[in-house]
């Protein structure tokens, strides 16, 4: 059974001036338990590398590491799984590559595209972003806290909302039907800080919250 947490942190070098190992490090010692690898500049050969290392690292601990867009790259570095954009190879071509046991992840930005993202072979649906995003050149249009509910009453699979999020509004998403929040920029504040900001912040979750068994 799929474990969705809370919080699902995404790695940003550009924002936490860390590599990607250095930052999954940091997320496990507060208590990550799944990380999602995210990279926009690096090429495949530097981009597998840095997702072997993260595993290496991470595997032993017991926490899971999905890859943002690049399903060769998961597979080759045996990722436990991928997520997938709108632009991406479809789920259904994820799932046949990675098999049945990968996580599969898959975004969208309206209720439409939840909907059918609900009969895809995908173990949760990222619906945002939420609010103003600035880790996207072209970002789509905000979906708000009402684009988190109508999604909600619409799928039954588990739902992860991301864009703009901080700690200010993280509980307001849970309220508004969101099973987990995936955060970038509010993690960063500097490379110091990371682990004592993770912790902070899952601390800071509904009472209730915190790591849930989910369907998917």
Known sequence: MFTLPAIYPITDRRLSGLSHLETVERL?????????????????????????????????????????????????AGADGVHL????????AARQILGNDAIIGFSTHSVAQAIEAEH???????IG???????????????????????????????VAIGGITSATMNDVFVAGADS?????????????????????????LPGFGDATHRG
């Open 120 to 126: 895809f072979p995908v173990d949760y649906i990222a």
């Open 181 to 205: 929040v995936a955060l970038i920029s509010e993690l960063y504040p500097s490379p110091d800080a990371v682990t004592q900001r993770f912790r902070d912040l899952l601390n800071g979750v």
């Open 129 to 159: 972003p939420v609010f103003t995003t600035t880790t996207k050149e072209n970002p789509d249009p905000v979906v708000g806290l009402d684009g988190v509910r109508d999604v909600r009453a619409q799928i039954t699979k588990p739902l």
């Open 28 to 76: 496990v010692a507060g208590g990550a338990t799944l990380i999602q690898l995210r990279e926009k500049t690096n090429d495949a050969r530097a981009f597998y590398e840095a997702v072997s290392a993260a595993i290496a690292y991470a595997r032993p601990r017991g926490v899971k590491i999905l890859v943002n867009d690049r399903v060769d790259v998961a597979l080759a």
């Open 85 to 92: 954009g709108q632009d991406d190879l479809p789920p259904a």
